[in-house]
């Protein structure tokens, strides 16, 4: 088991960049995580960290090994997850991402769910646009995450449900008397904003349409989005999920079916352990649309 910490510590100082922030994660002091480090060096004869001034950089050696060590600590994972459903328990920590509208909409139910059936499994929750996912996910920071279809092929998808896109506006606006907008309708409003992250069919319907305006700025964030059309800065074109977090502002339904595709993403390379697919399941359960379920992929 000491093995085990120690390859710990190099991950985490690897992924975290500083010794000070590996021992914050996991939960040891610094000179303890140092040492760790020092006797992993002496036992393979290899130096994994160089350190300088402007802090600690992991050697070619230490990026060779990073992945096997970090194969091992999820297989071990993997085994006592097992064990533990073998003995009748779901137990392990599940890492989700998601963008802000996902957490607050799906979420909360999500986890009362698996907490009354499952009251082994912990959870921890990061906000992040799609490409911030996953990068996480790149970095062994989140297990699943809540995003739209356009992933990378290293990543399994499962799909869960067709989101429209609606523009949203201030209340009041002109736009507000149709009962379904279209992109011809935005030309007469030039001032549009749009998300810094883009995704599928809203990014077609932003840069690929004529009649649509150019944006005169972009924002990263949803939240940020819907702040600058309160304010009366211009029209947004968002998901419904997006917009009906937010009472204050008005949305309205194109007259053409644009959507994207809302669900999970679980990178290839990593095994699905016992917890987390409770988790996927359960996710498909309580959200996958009907016209999806034939769509799940083997990890299910």
């Known amino acids: 088991m000491d093995n085990l910490k120690q390859y710990k510590a190099l991950v985490e100082t690897i992924n975290r960049g500083s010794i000070t922030a590996a021992a914050e994660v996991l939960g040891y002091t610094q000179p303890g995580i140092s040492r760790m480090l020092r006797s992993l060096e002496?036992?393979?004869?290899i130096r994994l960290l160089e350190r300088g001034r402007k802090g600690i950089t992991a050697t070619d050696e230490a990026l060779r090994l990073y992945p096997l060590c970090l194969?091992?600590?999820?297989?071990?994972?993997?085994?006592?997850?097992?064990?533990?459903?073998i003995k009748g328990s779901i137990v392990g920590t599940i890492r989700i991402g998601g963008y802000l509208s996902v957490l607050t909409s799906w979420i909360p139910k999500l986890l009362q769910s698996l907490g009354d059936s499952c009251p082994g499994l912990e959870f921890q929750i990061f906000e992040g646009n799609a490409e911030e996912q996953l990068q996480m996910m790149r970095n062994n920071e989140i297990d699943v995450g809540f995003l739209s279809s356009s992933v990378p092929e290293a990543f399994h998808f499962i799909p869960l449900y067709r989101d429209p896109i609606v523009v949203v506006m201030p209340e009041g606006h002109p736009l507000s008397s149709l009962e379904k907008v279209s992109p011809e309708d935005l030309t007469q409003y030039p001032s549009l904003i749009k998300p810094e992250h883009a995704y599928g069919t809203l990014k077609e319907l932003l840069y690929n349409q004529s009649g649509v305006p150019k944006s005169g700025f972009s924002v990263k964030t949803d939240n940020g989005l819907l702040g600058f059309v309160r304010m009366g800065m211009g029209l947004g074109i968002v998901g419904e999920m997006v917009a009906k977090t937010d009472k204050t502002i008005t949305y309205r339904h194109f007259d053409k079916d644009y959507f994207r595709t809302i669900g999970m993403a679980v990178p290839h390379w990593k095994p699905v352990t016992p917890a987390l697919h409770t988790f996927l399941r359960e996710a498909c359960r309580l959200y996958q649309s009907g016209e999806f379920v034939t769509a799940e992929p083997h990890i299910l």
């Open 42 to 45: 002496e036992e393979w004869g």
């Open 71 to 85: 194969s091992v600590l999820e297989m071990q994972g993997v085994l006592d997850q097992t064990v533990a459903q």
